[in-house]
């Protein structure tokens, strides 16, 4: 099956830094979603990007399939951005969603 | 437009009982997906439903383990008998599924945090 790697596994960060969290799979994807998961353990969806780039608000991504990773921007980081963020990824039309480790991000006021 | 729910929130039981979790997908959604995430660890699939058939339960463990989707729509995934090792947040997602989609996105519901004991 296909490999996600997601780095770095921790981040600590004083608010307002940038930062940037990377996701390397193993095989070709076209579906491909960032996820940050809240203390609650709710999976909030970000971003569904099996190429190119988008932006919302201080987040933003961008895959790049032909070369097998994805990178998620974080500007301005704040407290509430504190949380895991999961890369999952998918080939075909049944989409299965598979998990990478996922980069558990601390953001210190 | 309504999330993914599920229910309970919370369950504490003892090792060799049984345990039901539920789930409502989102409306229209025809794929259903049950994860198991153990602590530290990414959400792991359990089972694919394509409206009310099985398209992959390769990772269930069905001596303990069972799911179904009778009408298409809601699904039940339990456990019976459970181990301490089974102890994990069960999440449940949808997504619109059609094959003719090639590009769907899944939405996943607060999960079932379980405690076996």
């Known amino acids: 099956g296909i490999q996600v790697e997601q780095s770095p596994p921790d981040l600590i960060l004083q608010e307002g830094a940038n930062s940037t969290l990377r996701c390397n799979f193993s095989d070709s994807v076209n579906n491909l979603q960032w996820f940050h998961q809240n203390p609650w353990g709710q999976l909030i969806n970000l971003f569904y990007?099996?190429?190119g780039t988008k932006q919302n608000g201080r987040l933003s991504a961008t895959t790049v399939a032909t070369e097998r990773y994805s990178l998620l921007y974080i500007s301005s980081s704040q407290t509430t951005d504190s949380g895991v963020y999961f890369c999952?990824?998918?080939?075909?039309?049944?989409?299965?969603?598979?998990f990478g480790r996922g980069t558990s991000l601390i953001v210190h006021p | 437009e309504a999330g993914v729910a599920q229910s309970p929130r919370y369950k504490i039981i003892e090792k060799r009982q049984s345990v039901a979790f539920w789930c409502n997908p989102i409306s229209g959604h025809a794929t259903l997906y049950w994860y198991q995430q153990i602590l530290g660890q990414g959400p792991k699939l359990l089972i694919q439903?394509?409206?009310?058939?099985?398209?992959?339960d390769s990772q269930l463990p069905k001596d303990r383990f069972s799911a179904e989707r009778l009408k298409g729509v809601d699904s039940t995934l339990k456990i019976q008998p459970a181990k301490l090792e089974d102890s994990a947040v069960y999440l449940c997602?949808?997504?619109?599924?059609?094959?003719?989609?090639?590009?769907?996105?899944?939405?996943f519901g607060q999960g079932t945090r379980l405690t076996v004991v």
């Open positions: 439903f394509q409206n009310n058939g099985v398209v992959d």
């Open positions: 990007i099996p190429s």
């Open positions: 999952a990824v998918g080939l075909g039309g049944s989409y299965i969603p598979t």
């Open positions: 997602a949808s997504s619109l599924g059609y094959r003719r989609v090639m590009n769907t996105e899944a939405f």
